[in-house]
């Protein structure tokens, strides 16, 4: 079946500009997530959505980081005025129930700011 | 907070066997393990949970000491395609256990 899926898979954006990128997780699978993977670096934690509600936004790094789920399915990592330190891939995953369950990732979207 | 993961990157020649550790200082209950190729997504291997009991993937598995706070993956006569990064990832607390923190991985390269 169909895996986890991300588009665009690279954005370069020059600074101050919006960008959004999507993530159209397994379908029937509850849990959503957002993490920023820098260089070298293992996935650090965004936020997580349980269908439609978005029970933890924690990780979100300042408040020009916004997502959303609106139907409980498709998702968007919205970006404003990017900054160069927004350059990182960023992975969804999603998996079958809530709580710690296995998560399948998506391949990301590498995201550079000029 | 973040576990710490060692060693940060071994290389192997076919057949070989390895071993990578994945200590938190947090109490855990569970663990995680990923495995990421280069430019593609991390794949889910196994979790461990509490009771120290091992799992397996292939001829991949795991121990899990909750005591110790830490796991270990076992790599057993390794083959070209285990080549990749290796993440460990632990829960947040009970009601937060969706929330993982990943160590900064263990690269792992296999050679003919």
């Known amino acids: 079946g169909a895996g986890v899926s991300q588009s665009p898979r690279y954005k370069v954006a020059k600074r101050g500009q919006d960008v959004a990128l999507r993530c159209d997780p397994i379908?029937?699978?509850?849990?959503l997530f957002w993490y920023q993977q820098a260089l070298g670096q293992g996935p650090e934690f965004l936020t997580y959505f349980q269908n439609e509600a978005q029970l933890d936004k924690s990780g979100l790094p300042s408040d020009r980081f916004f997502a959303e789920r609106p139907e409980g399915s498709v998702s968007t990592l919205k970006i404003q005025r990017t900054q160069q330190e927004d350059s990182a891939v960023y992975l969804c995953?999603?998996?079958?129930?809530?709580?710690?369950?296995?998560?399948?990732f998506g391949p990301g979207t590498r995201l550079t700011v000029l | 907070q973040q576990p710490v993961q060692s060693p940060q990157a071994v290389i192997l020649r076919e057949g070989e066997d390895a071993v990578i550790n994945c200590s938190s200082s947090k109490a855990l209950y569970s663990v995680h393990w990923y495995r990421q190729k280069h430019g593609e997504a991390p794949v889910f291997l196994m979790i461990?949970?509490?009771?120290?009991e091992q799992k397996g993937h292939e001829k991949i598995s795991a121990s899990f000491n909750e005591k110790k706070q830490q796991s270990s993956l076992y790599l057993t006569a390794s083959q070209l395609s285990y080549s990749g990064t290796y993440f460990c990832g632990t829960p947040g607390e009970y009601g937060n256990d969706y929330k993982l923190s990943f160590g900064a991985g263990t690269t792992v390269t296999v050679r003919a």
């Open positions: 461990l949970l509490k009771g120290g």
């Open positions: 379908s029937g699978h509850v849990s």
């Open positions: 995953a999603s998996s079958y129930g809530t709580g710690g369950n296995e998560q399948f």
